[in-house]
């Protein structure tokens, strides 16, 4: 996938933009998990979420490797699409993002304060990347798929970041949308030799990944109804799949009522804001029953632009919708 020789260029691109994120164990979590805990706080990049270190890998070598690139195109439910905006305003490349109908208002808004032409078409994340690939045909843009090997490259460097700074992590519970995130970190523990177990989570409502996962092969689902748009996906990644398969120890699912209650012990015990994907890997945590006591455990907070409603719905004690 990559070498850890690779993850460390990629860093010092990145490190141009952006500062190392932090990761801290909080006492409060620790007591009430009967663990020491480590938070990720990818919620703290200048987009708010970990995408962005892939955008800026992959937009850069597009860039210098092709001065008349006309422009990129992708599809998202948000977080990579500001990654990618982010990117192409740095690097002077014109973007179109392509997010499905109803997508959330203040990702869509933040997407358009970067730059990006914004175009909203299909019921999920699945259509619109069907509709971004016809647009980047149509324009002769570049599309950019999710799981890009550059976007895992840069995305990497947030693991890097974390096993450094606790290389006797026992567990760590990663989200999982298009699978870039969770394969960053198992590629950078195999490089560093790192014992460490890796878990992936998914929702109850959009668990495509834990099917094909037992299955051994890519098991799509007709639909999904997660409020956690960020790992709402239909039809997982071949490649993607592969690696979890070979790197992580499980896949384990959460019900909407869990990632709601993960929101509000985050906002409690740390005083962060997570979206619903940022928050899974916490519920994962708190559900799991081979969870042991006193050992040192991880939890990727990949992000935190959850709607203003959404947040109000959790945080005053209800599921979002």
Known sequence: MFTLADVEEAEVLVRRHMAATPQYAWPLLGKRFGANIVVKHENHTPVGAFKLRGGLVYVERLKRERLDVRGIVSATR???????AFAGRVFDVPVTIVAPSGNSIEKNAAMRALGAELIEVGRDFDDAAEAAEKIAEERGFEFVHSFAPDLVKGVATYALELFRAHRDIDTLYAPIGMGSGICGLIGVRDAMGLATRIVGVVPERANAY???FDAGRVMPV???STFADGIAVRVPNARALELIRK???R???VSED????AIRVLHEDTHNLAEGAGAAPLAALAKDK???PG????VILSGGNIDRALAAKALSGGTPP
Do not use: C, D
């Open 247 to 249: 790197g992580a120890e």
């Open 210 to 212: 834990r099917l094909s």
């Open 258 to 261: 869990e990632i709601a209650e």
């Open 295 to 298: 050992t040192k455990l991880a």
């Open 290 to 292: 081979e969870r042991r």
């Open 222 to 224: 007709n639909s999904v």
């Open 78 to 84: 948000g977080n990579h699409g500001q990654s990618l």
């Open 251 to 253: 896949i384990v699912e």
